[in-house]
Every structure is written in C-alpha cells, then in structure tokens.
C-alpha cells in the first residue's frame, strides 16, 4: 500500500475529512434555493411514516438534504475505508448510518452474499423503530438499474419506497460508475417525491419484476424532472470531454 493510501485510511485523517465534508454538505444546503415538489409534502411524508427513501447511488451525499427537524432517518453504508469519511459525514447531518453491506437481490439466494442479510436485518429494525430508511436502488455497478433489494426490503417491512431525488443546479459529476454528483453553493436544488411504490408480502414472481420495472421507471422520472426544475440537464450517459470530475452547470 502506498503512503498516501496508508495516511487516507488513519483514523485521524478519515475524521477530519468526515468534517469537512459534513460542513461542505450544509454549505451547500443552506446556499441553495431549494424547490420541493410536491409542494408543502409535509402532511403527505407524515402521512406514509417511515418509509424507503429509494435513491440512485450517485445522489448517496445530498439525500441527507430531505431529513427535516423531527425526521430520523438512517441510511447503509459499507465498512469501505471510504465509507467512514461518508459516515462521518452523514452523522454530522443527523442521519443514522447502519455498517454493513446493502440487501441486494441475491441476499435471496445466498443469505450470507457480502452481508447482505445483516444489511436487511438492520433496515427492517429501523424501519420497525420508525426510522425512515434511505438506500440506493441501483443494481451494484450498474447506473440506473433497480435492483430487487429494495423491494425486498419493501416487501418484507410492509413500508413503501418513496423514490426521491435531489439535485443541484451547480455540481461536480464524477467519473465513477454511479455517475456520482456533489453539489456546489450558491444555485438552485430540486427535491422531488414520486408516487409510493408498495411490494405485497406474498407477490408472484411476475408481479415483482413489474414492480421493479414500475420503480425503477418512477425513479428516473423524478430525476428528470428534479433537473428539469434546475433548468439544467441530466448528463449521465453522455461521454465527458475530460477525463476526471467534471464541473456542470453555473450559478442560476
């Protein structure tokens, strides 16, 4: 292991960076001029309790920007050296987060697959606690794609997903599989509900794979329309003219 790996991985390293970076997060939350749609979700949010905040994994920063005063919200991160500055960082944004490895699709096969059921476990208890769980959808390594371990989760909790996106006018977009975005001050940011997706305990085969068609469709529609209300467009998929994190966007 290099030097540099070996000093981003010391504890001391890790905790400074987690700080910065939850500071950097409510900079960016307190500067930007947030619409919500639907307008005043407040009754309707109450109204689900907890619920699965479903995300794409590239929004896993700015989803903390959803929790409101009286939320408890909690989120899965795994044991990654580059998960702790993460959960630092959430932490000092109020989000619970669970250590462990999410409930993908296969933790229905192969209940030991890189922790998966120990995942799931620990989101049905928050969710049983009252706890409103937030978890990236995606299937692993593949952008945009629903995976089955929300459903899973959805299904065996009985609570609803909740697709959610959360976008900033201003932001860096990473080169990384999950086409990562971190906002920048001073823009405009978008929060978008969509429709409550709910997987019945004893759903068919078939009927579950419509469901995952049906979310993983919401998901994006909201996305768009959360870049839409930022007057900027969504640039995933496209190549980037440099390699590396690219800056979009400009203040509004």
């Keep these: 292991m290099s030097l540099i790996k070996r000093i981003g991985r010391s504890a001391a390293v890790q905790q400074a960076l987690g700080v910065v970076a939850g500071g950097y997060l409510r900079l960016v939350r307190r500067t930007n001029r947030f619409t919500v749609e639907p307008t005043d979700p407040d009754p309707w949010l109450d109204g689900l309790g907890p619920f699965i905040a479903g995300m794409w994994h590239g929004q896993h920063t700015m989803i903390s920007f959803m929790k409101r005063p009286h939320d408890r919200i909690a989120t899965i991160i795994s044991r990654s050296a580059d998960g702790n500055v993460n959960t630092i960082a959430l932490t000092r944004m109020g989000v619970r987060v669970i250590r462990a490895s999410g409930a993908r699709g296969r933790v229905v096969r ?56 959360v976008v900033t006018s201003r932001h860096w ?46 998901m994006n529609r909201v996305h768009d329309r959360a870049y839409t209300l930022v007057g900027r467009p969504d640039r995933v998929g496209s190549p980037d003219p440099v390699p590396g994190p690219d800056r979009v966007g400009s203040p509004a």
């Design 110 to 165: 192969d209940a030991r697959a890189k922790g998966g059921a120990e995942g799931l476990r620990a989101m049905l208890r928050a969710l049983k606690d009252g706890e409103t769980v937030a978890f990236s959808a995606d299937v692993p390594k593949i952008s945009r794609r629903a995976d089955a371990g929300i459903l899973t989760l959805a299904r065996f909790s009985g609570r609803p997903i909740v697709p959610v996106a």
């Design 173 to 218: 977009r990473f080169n990384s599989w999950d086409r990562a975005c971190l906002g920048l001050p001073f823009g405009r940011g978008a929060m978008v509900f969509g429709t409550p997706i709910r997987v019945p305990r004893d759903v068919a085969p078939e009927a579950f794979e419509a469901l995952r068609q049906q979310l993983e469709a919401e």
